[in-house]
Structures are given as structure tokens and as C-alpha cells.
């Protein structure tokens, strides 16, 4: 009889959906509340160790520190403050205002996007003198979240105008407080036509954001910087690398397009015979 050699069926990956962050921390410390409540009648007080140690598994497969430290520290915060007050002192409504709080500060709609990852004070420091912006050149933050890369740009740049943009409210009204030399407004960085007439845009955002990001600043940034923390744009060589310290790095690339503000004016030439009138 023939053996058949068919290739196994490849494993369906999953949905980009079930990647958004926070959905991985909602869905880590769910199955590790799981997992304590099926071994502590068999067990007992061992089940909150083997608890932990699969929120501490589940923690390593996050991309970022901060990432891994919000799956990490779920369960045994929650399961902490639950023997704190012996499991029966805390209404049931008081569960919803942290992942009420979560969803206010960082809406559905942003989870695409990176959550709060504020840009190290002095990252833009020096970056001036690579990256030359005329007075009154125009700079987005994009994603700007409580203000710190505002802050770096109008140091960097402090006679350009500095604006900002955050789709979470709460996140905008904070920064728009922090930042007064600012123009800080809610809305969504990647609505069409949002990057268009600036000199230079600024992202702090994550790994898969920046092909978006290059596809919108070719439709809408002639001329002008598409510029990075840390993260590339994929097949894209930076025109611009700003080494900062710990191994990151500014990366800057300058989109190709009409002749920006950027470029210095050209220079006319002096004909003999036509010296400056009114000079002495």
C-alpha cells in the first residue's frame, strides 16, 4: 500500500488582533489566575509559585522591559493585594478600574501603536548639528505621548515650531500641560494628510509601526526627516545615525521630494563691477 507524503498542514498563526498590546498582558494574567484556581484545591499554597513562574515564562516572549514587567507583575500584584485583605474586602466593581484606567489612558484604537515609551531626556542632544533645521521649521512628535519628545525636540531645535499629536485625551491634556511651548492636540497620527507641510517628524514608536510610517512619510513629507529612536525603517538605509549612549541610536532618513526649507538658499554670485551700493 502507497505511503502518502503529504506535507503536515502548517499551524494557523494567529491574528495580528491577539498581538495588540496590552491584549497579551490581559491574556497572561488571565491564564495564570486560571492556573492558580485549578492546582489550589490539589496543592495548595505551590499553585501561586507555579502561577508565577508562568506569568515570569509568559514575560520573557514580550519584545520590551517594560513590556515584560507589566506581564510579570500581574499575578502576583493582583493575588497580593486579594491576601492583603483576605480575599473578601474588596467589591466587585474595584477589579474594572484598573483596566477601566488602562483603557483611558490608552485607547482600543491606539493599541496598534506603542504604548507609553517616553524618549530619554537629552536623546536629540547634539543632533542639531548633523541635522540642520532653518528658524521656524515645523516638527511633529508623533505619538507624543506625555511630552518628553517634545521636550527633546524644542531643545534640540528651540526656534523651531514644536507641535504634537496623541490619541489618547488624558496622555494630550498632560502633555499640552508639561509643554506649554508647544501646540498639543488629540487625534490620530496616521489620519491622511496629518504629516503634510512639515520639515521633520518624530517617532518613538515600535518595530512594526515603521514601514507604516515610511509609506506616510513618502505620500506626505517631501523634502523633509522622517527621524527614529531606535527603531529602523525596513530596507531603508539612515542617511543620518545619531549614536547615543547604552547602544541606542537616532536614526534619520530624508525623504526624497520637492526642494525643502531645509536645503540653504542659492548663492548669486558677485559680478565684478557690482559691488553692495551703500556700503562704506
Not at 515584560?68 to 483576605?86: D, I, Y
Not at 537616532?250 to 551703500?278: C, D, E, F, K, Y
Request: charged letters at 15%; glycine letters at 8%.
Amino acid at each position: 500500500m502507497p505511503v502518502s507524503h503529504a506535507p503536515a498542514a502548517a499551524p494557523t498563526a494567529l491574528p495580528s488582533w491577539w498581538r495588540r498590546w496590552p491584549l497579551p498582558a490581559l491574556l497572561a494574567w488571565a491564564v495564570c489566575w486560571v492556573v492558580y484556581l485549578a492546582l489550589q484545591p490539589m496543592v495548595g499554597a505551590p499553585a501561586a509559585l507555579v502561577a508565577w513562574l508562568l506569568a515570569l515564562g509568559l514575560a520573557v516572549r514580550q519584545r520590551s522591559w517594560p513590556r515584560r514587567l507589566w506581564v510579570a507583575a500581574g499575578f502576583p500584584l493582583s493575588a497580593g493585594l486579594l491576601a492583603s485583605q483576605g480575599g473578601a474586602a474588596w467589591p466587585a466593581w474595584v477589579w474594572l478600574l484598573p483596566p477601566a484606567l488602562l483603557l483611558a489612558v490608552y485607547p482600543v484604537r491606539a493599541w496598534r501603536d506603542a504604548p507609553v515609551f517616553p524618549t530619554p531626556a537629552g536623546a536629540l542632544q547634539g543632533l542639531a548639528r548633523q541635522l540642520l533645521l532653518p528658524a521656524g521649521a515645523r516638527l511633529l512628535d508623533a505619538g507624543c505621548g506625555l511630552g518628553h519628545g517634545l521636550r527633546a525636540l524644542h531643545a534640540a531645535w528651540p526656534h523651531a515650531a514644536v507641535t504634537g499629536v496623541e490619541w489618547s485625551l488624558p496622555l494630550a491634556l498632560l502633555a499640552r500641560w508639561r509643554c506649554r511651548f508647544a501646540d498639543v492636540r488629540q487625534g490620530d497620527m496616521w489620519q491622511p494628510g496629518a504629516w503634510a507641510g512639515l520639515d521633520l517628524v518624530y517617532l518613538f514608536q515600535r518595530p512594526e509601526s515603521m514601514a507604516r510610517a515610511w509609506d506616510k512619510a513618502c505620500a506626505e513629507l517631501p523634502g523633509g526627516w522622517l527621524v527614529s529612536l531606535e527603531f529602523a525603517v525596513p530596507g531603508r538605509a539612515p542617511d543620518l545615525r545619531h549614536p547615543l549612549p547604552g547602544g541606542r541610536e537616532v536614526l534619520a532618513w530624508r525623504l526624497p521630494g520637492r526642494q525643502s526649507t531645509l536645503n540653504p538658499p542659492p548663492v548669486t554670485p558677485i559680478r565684478p563691477g557690482n559691488a553692495l551700493r551703500g556700503s562704506t
